[in-house]
C-alpha cells in the first residue's frame, strides 16, 4: 500500500543558511554560516541542488559508503494509538539500521563527504549511537575514526566502536569531549559531529541524509505529526529539509526533550542559552540548543514535550508489552504522545513516532532489577 519512495541522488552544487539565507560555495563551514557567526548566532547551513526535480528528496552521493541503511519498517500500533486518543500510530523502527539506529542514514554521506575531501581521520563526540556509527561507516570507507566520549557511555557502544577498530578517547564531561574534537579538526580531522558552542549541529552532508526517512514516512501516508527524540536537532533539521523537498504538506514536528531546552526556547528564552539537566535518556542528553531545531519547529508550527526519566521508562514497559524493545530516549517519543493526547490535540490525528535505537542495542546500560521480574510468581 505504500508509495514509491522519491529519492534522487545529486551533487549538491552550494550551500545556504537556513538562519539568514546566505547563499555559498559548496565547502565545510564547522562554524555554520559566516555571517550568523559574526552576528554571534551560531546557525547551520543547509545542502542546495541546483536543478533538482520538485517533489522528491534529493540527496547527495555516497561514493558507494553503505552498510544498507534506510528502508527501515513502519509498523502500525492500534492499541497504543487507542490510549492516545490517535486516529493512527505508526512506528518507524530505526534500529533496524545496520548499526542499530537512525544515525547510519548520516553516516554514510558524511564518510563520503569525508573521503571527498581527503580526510585520514574522522573525528567524533558522542554518547553512543553517532560513535558506534560513525566508526562503523568509517572503518566501510577505509578511513580511521576517533570518538571522544564521557564515562557515561554503555559498555555495548564501547565494544561496538572498538570492534572497528576506532580510537575511543574517554574524558571528563560533553564539554571535554567537544574540545577534543575541535583539537582534531584544528589539526585537519574530519569533524563529524558538532563541537562547537553554540552548538550549531553536524556537517549539512550528514544531516542530508534524514531526508530518505521523510521520504519513507510520506510514502506510508503524510502523517499529521511526526514525534522525534531530540538533542541537537539533526533528525528533526533533516526531516524539516525532506518534508520540505517532498512538497506534499508539513506535518508538524514534535521535538521530545528530557528536561525543558527547546520548551524554555519556544517560551522566549534565547537559543543560545546553556540548558542543564541530568537525564537517564543518554541519546537526548545535554544542555543546548541548536538554531537548527528551533527552525524545524517553527516551519513545521510544531513544538516540544519534555519527558522525565521515569515517564520514559514507563512509556519503555508500555512498548515492551506490544513487543517493541526500545531505547528509553526512543521510548520517550510515546510518552509525548500520552502528553499531547491528555491535552487533546490528537484526536482522530496520525502520528509517526520514530524510534530511534533498540533498547537491547549499544544505548542501554543493563538495570540490576528488570521491573517485570518483581510482577511474576516466585
Ligand atoms: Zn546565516
Request: charged letters at 20%; a neutral charge.
Amino acid at each position: 500500500m505504500s508509495e514509491q519512495i522519491a529519492v534522487q541522488i545529486q551533487s549538491p552544487s552550494g550551500l545556504s543558511c537556513l538562519r539568514c539565507d546566505f547563499a555559498l560555495p559548496l565547502g565545510d563551514h564547522d562554524a555554520g554560516c559566516p555571517r550568523c557567526a559574526a552576528e554571534e548566532h551560531a546557525s547551520n547551513l543547509r545542502l542546495v541542488f541546483r536543478g533538482a526535480a520538485q517533489g522528491r528528496i534529493v540527496l547527495p552521493p555516497t561514493g558507494g559508503i553503505s552498510l544498507g541503511e534506510g528502508g527501515t519498517p513502519q509498523v502500525e500500533a492500534p492499541d497504543l494509538a487507542a490510549e492516545a486518543g490517535l486516529g493512527r500510530l505508526s512506528l518507524k523502527l530505526e534500529w533496524c539500521n545496520p548499526t542499530g539506529s537512525h544515525k547510519d542514514r548520516m553516516s554514510a554521506p558524511l564518510l563520503a563527504r569525508a573521503r571527498e575531501r581527503g580526510a585520514t581521520l574522522v573525528a567524533a563526540a558522542s554518547s553512543g549511537n553517532a560513535g558506534v556509527s560513525l566508526a562503523a561507516y568509517a572503518a566501510r570507507a577505509g578511513l580511521a575514526a576517533e570518538i571522544a566520549t564521557t564515562p557515561s557511555m554503555p559498555d555495548g557502544a564501547r565494544r561496538a566502536i572498538r570492534a572497528t577498530g576506532a580510537r575511543l578517547v574517554e574524558v571528563a564531561d560533553t564539554a571535554a569531549r567537544w574540545e577534543h574534537v575541535g583539537r582534531l579538526a584544528a589539526e585537519g580531522a574530519f569533524a563529524a559531529t558538532n563541537y562547537r558552542r553554540p552548538a550549531l549541529g553536524t556537517n549539512p552532508f550528514g544531516i542530508a541524509g534524514y531526508k530518505a526517512l521523510a521520504a519513507e514516512i510520506a510514502a506510508d501516508g503524510l502523517p499529521d505529526l511526526v514525534v522525534v527524540p531530540c538533542a541537537r536537532g539533526d533528525l528533526l533539521s533533516g526531516l524539516l529539509l525532506g518534508f520540505q523537498e517532498l512538497g506534499r504538506g508539513m506535518p508538524r514536528l514534535v521535538a521530545v526533550e528530557p528536561f525543558p531546552r527547546l520548551a524554555r526556547v519556544l517560551a522566549g528564552a534565547d537559543y543560545r542559552e546553556s540548558f542543564p539537566g541530568r537525564t537517564a535518556q543518554l541519546s537526548i542528553g545535554g544542555d543546548t540548543v541548536t538554531f537548527q531545531a528551533l527552525h524545524a519547529l517553527r516551519e513545521s508550527r510544531g513544538t516540544a514535550v519534555v519527558v522525565d526519566d521515569a515517564a520514559a521508562r514507563a512509556a519503555q514497559m508500555r512498548l515492551g508489552r506490544a513487543g517493541l524493545h526500545a531505547e528509553l530516549s526512543a521510548a520517550a517519543g510515546v510518552a509525548a504522545l500520552s502528553v499531547l493526547g491528555a491535552e487533546g490535540a490528537l484526536t482522530g490525528r496520525h502520528a509517526v513516532a520514530v524510534l530511534t535505537g533498540s533498547g537491547a542495542g549499544a544505548m542501554d546500560a543493563p538495570t540490576d532489577t528488570n521491573p517485570f521480574d518483581q510482577r511474576g510468581p516466585r
